[in-house]
């Protein structure tokens, strides 16, 4: 028996639900790649890019997932031979490092915790040991969804100025664009980067980075440059040159209308109802940890991520309980990942989402615990409704 059918909800962390607007703007013949209206679309989506990273530096697209829009930070401002800091609280800082070595960066990793975030005075200590400042850039996620974490980038930079350290501070928001704040320049992040298919809305496909005149300025002798990535390049004057050739153009319809609804939405708006939906999945996951098995992977309330939740299940496999939402609920949870892959299951409330999604979704997570007789304290999806209650102004 199963009550599955319907429309499949995704709480994966990436790719996200995708607005059936924004599907539709898809739905649209090919159009001129070199004049009239796909220009003005490249114009408007970098200049609103721009206004979501909160940067005066200039914006790019790649027609690239967020892996794509890695390498395409690195090779823009990065050399062979040259070393780079990876901080670690997840899984992504570390891939981000490894893309590097794979191009001939030497990396270091600042090992950290993967229930906290990263700690900003183990940052200054090693940058203050680093006295000929061969570390060249300093590479972190905003948020890891591998582990639910958030960084404290603005203290980042902070601990980075008190060491009188002149690397670069390179941040991925790949999934906290469009769900937390980001001040790329209130910040001091010289490149940031980030993708179409989480906050905001889009299908995967498309990468976007962001590059201060600081990083511009180290570009110019970046021995790493390929002509695909080239920022230089993307800066030319004809269309093409924007995507270094065909632009991704059915995307691009697509992130026009999800950044049009997003700024209907109004980003600060945006960011508080992910707040809401964050805090009203960790009320039901407290209840549910009262059984003693589940429990939120973050121990600090202030380091837990708005876009992702991490939940950690001793004891018992998280597959069956993975397996049974999806297959008799229709509810897809993101698997775990990295070293706490195989005790650990994530639920995103991240871009396209309301409160019937999430509390839809909490309450097949809670059907599905006790119909697997896995312990847990009753009432969460309750806890989940009443803190919604409480803040969510009639």
């Known amino acids: 028996m199963t009550v599955a059918k319907g429309r499949e909800f995704l709480s994966i962390p990436g790719p996200t639900n995708v607005p059936d607007a924004v599907l539709a703007a898809m739905q649209r013949p090919a159009i001129d790649i070199y004049s009239g209206e796909m ?98 850039a300093v590479l972190v996620v905003q948020i890891d969804t591998a582990s639910g974490v958030v960084n404290d980038i603005p203290a980042i930079r902070k601990a980075m100025d008190r060491a009188k350290h002149p690397a670069l501070l390179m941040v991925d928001c790949v999934a906290s664009l469009g769900c937390m704040d980001f001040d790329m320049d209130g910040w001091g992040v010289d490149v940031a980067m980030s993708g179409s298919q989480k906050g905001l809305m889009t299908p995967p496909g498309l990468a976007f980075v962001a590059a201060n005149d600081r990083a511009r300025d180290v570009h110019k002798s970046a021995g790493l440059r390929t002509l695909y990535w080239d920022w230089t390049f993307r800066e030319g004057e004809l269309h093409y040159h924007k995507y270094c050739g065909t632009p991704p153009e059915h995307l691009l319809f ?47 309330p202030a380091e837990r991520a708005n876009s992702i939740t991490c939940i950690l299940m001793q004891g018992r496999d998280p597959k069956s309980l993975l397996n049974y939402t999806r297959d008799k609920c229709g509810v897809v949870l993101g698997i775990g990942l990295g070293e706490i892959g195989d005790h650990a299951f994530r639920i995103a409330h991240m871009g396209h989402t309301n409160a019937p999604m999430v509390l839809g979704t909490l309450g097949a997570v809670e059907m599905g615990l006790k119909a697997l007789r896995i312990p847990h304290g009753a009432g969460g999806v309750q806890a989940a409704v009443e803190y919604l209650g409480r803040e969510v102004a009639p």
């Open 254 to 300: 697509g992130l026009r209308k999800a950044i049009d609804m997003l700024k209907e939405e109004g980003l600060g708006a945006a960011i508080l109802r992910h707040a809401l939906l964050a805090e009203a999945t960790r009320a039901a996951v407290a209840k549910w940890s009262e059984g003693q098995v589940l429990a939120l992977n973050i121990t600090n």
């Open 39 to 136: 220009i003005g679309i490249t114009d408007s989506c970098l200049a609103d890019l721009q206004s979501l990273f909160r940067t005066k530096g200039r914006t790019y697209i790649y027609a690239a997932n967020g892996h794509g829009g890695w390498e395409a930070t690195l090779t823009n401002v990065l050399s062979r031979g040259e070393i780079v800091l990876a901080l670690e609280s997840g899984r992504f800082a570390l891939g981000w490092g490894e893309m590097a070595k794979m191009m001939g960066v030497e990396v270091e990793i600042l090992k950290g915790d993967w229930r906290r975030a990263v700690d900003p005075a183990a940052v200054e200590e090693r940058l203050r040991r680093d006295k000929g400042h061969a570390i060249k």
